[in-house]
């Protein structure tokens, strides 16, 4: 059943609408502002954020979350347009579905889970001050020349004038009713102020016009050949893995704002299939948007229907109410983003940055900057590859050994802590090759040999006190390094001392 017409933890269907409704309306200029960032038509990107909304609140595995044509992805897109033409785009928006659905179908989206919790933290601020940022462009006007200058005097005054009254409504509101979304009331009322009292203020209209028709069925013009795909594959897989990326770490935020759990797999089938039927039709391609997503989980939007509702009155604005939705002023949706930011911003990180350990605070920081310099994408790789760093780098320091000599005069050295690539060079400190018996035994009881370089450790140790005319013996050594072991041969040269009786307890719980 693709949605439920009573209301219930998933979803209720008057909330779903109307919360489909502002998301709409808020649509509206993100998508016209980053086609114009991609540098293709505003259509481009207002079919776009129709389509991949609607595949993906239909099929995708996170109901209530907002698909559309995003910045994250524009950026990457300017340079392929630039070069080669909004043919290519569409060809590689196409072949970036195609990689998205065999994520899927692989089954690597549970990958996501190796994310830690402060490069989500980090994900989450740095998106609300690219958010906050892009609507400073709002604040500004064309002087005689064409160039862009901050506004001044009653202009400035009038917009934060509008601004701040959107959020007062947004705020308030809700103390009062709960029977429409504050943020659908407050675009409405301040759009009808505007209006009806006759204030200068920049509307959408202005950014430029959203009338359209229906997107046509449009095989990209492009020439399907070798030559072609050396073009867009690396655009493509580029945009596939930002978009895969922005749209898990999303779900992820859902997941736990309305403690539900979405489909990770499944959303990235979702967005494969959007992204390619999007190519397919005239669209730029997208992904999740944690901005719009945010809208309209806090409108009371939970279901798939929302989603739906967002696309479609997206729609109806492109095919019959244009004029209208023109007419709506910058500043108010200006002031709906403000409130996304100031909603989407974990406000207890800045609480807890002395608080957690100063290794997680810095990955915190880190993303973030990096997600608003660069792209999510990269802020994303670069906080889990520091955050694995730390974590080897501190597990690094703590293998030790507890050595004694048992009852047939050999020297025992226990291990203790994993032994892995980054404490192989304090492992081999630990033993005294010369002073050593001839019989030498490392326990494993309370050690893990984790990888090869802790295999190559072991066969160096081995050879060690080999030349010193003396034999090393392996003890309780887990399943996982006999076979480590059995793999690599003859590379090794080791006794392992086998005990029936031992079970590693680890091991039985993998």
Same mark, same amino acid.
């Given at each position: 059943?693709?949605?439920?017409?009573?209301?219930?933890?998933?979803?209720?269907?008057?909330?779903?609408? @109307?919360?489909? *409704?502002?998301?709409?309306?808020?649509? %509206? /200029?993100?998508? &016209?502002?980053?086609? +114009? #960032?991609? $540098?293709?038509?505003?259509?481009?990107?207002?079919?776009?954020?129709?389509?991949?909304?609607?595949?993906?609140?239909?099929?995708?595995?996170?109901?209530?979350?907002?698909?559309?044509?995003?910045?994250?992805?524009?950026?990457?897109?300017?340079?392929?347009?630039?070069?080669?033409?909004?043919?290519?785009?569409?060809?590689?928006?196409?072949?970036?579905?195609?990689?998205?659905?065999?994520?899927? @179908?692989?089954? *690597?989206?549970?990958?996501?889970?190796? %994310? /830690?919790?402060? &490069?989500?933290?980090? +994900? #989450?601020? $740095?998106?609300?001050?690219?958010?906050?940022?892009?609507?400073?462009?709002?604040?500004?006007?064309?002087?005689?020349?064409?160039?862009?200058?901050?506004?001044?005097?009653?202009?400035?005054?009038?917009?934060?004038?509008?601004?701040?009254?959107?959020?007062?409504?947004?705020?308030?509101?809700?103390?009062?009713?709960?029977?429409?979304?504050?943020?659908?009331?407050?675009?409405?009322?301040?759009? @009808?102020?505007?209006?009806?009292?006759?204030?200068?203020?920049?509307?959408?209209?202005?950014?430029?016009?959203?009338?359209? $028709?229906?997107?046509?069925?449009?095989?990209?013009?492009?020439?399907?050949?070798?030559?072609?795909?050396?073009?867009?594959?690396?655009?493509?897989?580029?945009?596939?893995?930002?978009?895969?990326?922005?749209?898990?770490?999303?779900?992820?935020?859902?997941?736990?704002?309305?403690?539900?759990?979405?489909?990770?797999?499944?959303?990235?089938?979702?967005?494969?299939?959007?992204?390619?039927?999007?190519?397919?039709?005239?669209?730029?391609?997208?992904?999740?948007?944690?901005?719009?997503?945010?809208?309209?989980?806090?409108? $009371?939007?939970?279901?798939?229907?929302?989603?739906?509702?967002?696309?479609?009155?997206?729609?109806?604005?492109?095919?019959?109410?244009?004029?209208?939705?023109?007419?709506?002023?910058?500043?108010?949706?200006?002031?709906?983003?403000?409130?996304?930011?100031?909603?989407?911003?974990?406000?207890?990180?800045?609480?807890?940055?002395?608080?957690?350990?100063?290794?997680?605070?810095?990955?915190?920081?880190?993303?973030?900057?990096?997600?608003?310099?660069?792209?999510?994408?990269?802020?994303?790789?670069?906080?889990?590859?520091?955050?694995?760093?730390?974590?080897?780098?501190?597990?690094?320091?703590?293998?030790?050994?507890?050595?004694?000599?048992?009852?047939?005069?050999?020297?025992?050295?226990?291990?203790?802590?994993?032994?892995?690539?980054?404490?192989?060079?304090?492992?081999?400190?630990?033993?005294?090759?010369?002073?050593?018996?001839?019989?030498?035994?490392?326990?494993?009881?309370?050690?893990?040999?984790?990888?090869?370089?802790?295999?190559?450790?072991?066969?160096?140790?081995?050879?060690?006190?080999?030349?010193?005319?003396?034999?090393?013996?392996?003890?309780?050594?887990?399943?996982?390094?006999?076979?480590?072991?059995?793999?690599?041969?003859?590379?090794?040269?080791?006794?392992?001392?086998?005990?029936?009786?031992?079970?590693?307890?680890?091991?039985?719980?993998?």
């Amino acid at each position: 059943m693709l949605f439920n017409f009573e209301c219930t933890e998933r979803g209720c269907p008057k909330n779903d609408i @109307l919360s489909g *409704l502002t998301v709409a309306l808020a649509l %509206v /200029p993100e998508a &016209v502002a980053f086609a +114009f #960032v991609a $540098g293709v038509e505003p259509l481009v990107g207002l079919y776009a954020a129709f389509m991949v909304g609607l595949i993906t609140a239909v099929i995708g595995g996170r109901p209530g979350m907002i698909s559309g044509a995003t910045g994250a992805l524009a950026v990457v897109m300017v340079g392929l347009v630039a070069e080669h033409g909004v043919e290519y785009l569409f060809a590689a928006v196409v072949l970036m579905g195609a990689i998205q659905i065999t994520v899927g @179908l692989l089954r *690597l989206g549970k990958f996501i889970r190796i %994310v /830690p919790h402060p &490069v989500m933290l980090g +994900f #989450v601020n $740095g998106l609300a001050i690219v958010i906050f940022l892009a609507q400073l462009n709002n604040f500004k006007i064309e002087d005689a020349t064409g160039n862009l200058q901050w506004m001044q005097g009653q202009a400035l005054w009038l917009t934060l004038g509008l601004v701040a009254l959107t959020m007062a409504i947004i705020q308030y509101l809700p103390k009062l009713t709960k029977a429409v979304p504050s943020s659908l009331a407050a675009i409405v009322a301040v759009s @009808l102020l505007v209006i009806f009292v006759g204030l200068e203020s920049r509307t959408v209209g202005d950014m430029a016009s959203i009338a359209g $028709g229906l997107p046509d069925f449009h095989i990209p013009l492009v020439p399907f050949n070798l030559e072609t795909l050396k073009i867009i594959l690396p655009y493509s897989i580029i945009l596939a893995a930002i978009g895969l990326i922005e749209s898990l770490l999303t779900l992820s935020l859902i997941d736990e704002i309305t403690e539900t759990r979405g489909q990770g797999n499944r959303e990235c089938i979702g967005q494969g299939v959007a992204n390619s039927v999007t190519g397919l039709f005239g669209g730029m391609g997208g992904c999740a948007m944690i901005g719009q997503s945010m809208i309209n989980i806090n409108s $009371g939007g939970r279901g798939r229907l929302s989603g739906i509702s967002a696309a479609l009155f997206l729609l109806v604005f492109i095919l019959a109410a244009s004029d209208l939705i023109e007419m709506i002023p910058l500043a108010v949706l200006t002031g709906v983003m403000f409130m996304v930011v100031i909603g989407t911003f974990e406000w207890s990180s800045l609480r807890i940055m002395g608080k957690i350990p100063a290794s997680d605070a810095f990955v915190l920081v880190l993303v973030s900057a990096v997600t608003v310099a660069t792209d999510l994408a990269i802020a994303v790789v670069v906080g889990v590859i520091v955050s694995a760093l730390v974590f080897a780098w501190e597990h690094a320091k703590q293998i030790r050994v507890e050595s004694y000599v048992d009852e047939q005069g050999s020297k025992v050295y226990e291990l203790h802590g994993p032994l892995f690539f980054a404490s192989v060079s304090n492992f081999q400190d630990l033993f005294n090759c010369k002073e050593d018996p001839d019989g030498v035994i490392i326990e494993f009881q309370h050690s893990r040999v984790m990888d090869h370089s802790a295999i190559e450790a072991i066969d160096t140790l081995a050879e060690r006190y080999l030349n010193a005319g003396k034999k090393l013996h392996l003890r309780h050594v887990s399943p996982e390094c006999r076979q480590l072991l059995h793999k690599a041969g003859n590379l090794v040269e080791v006794n392992v001392m086998e005990d029936p009786r031992y079970h590693v307890a680890v091991d039985e719980l993998a």
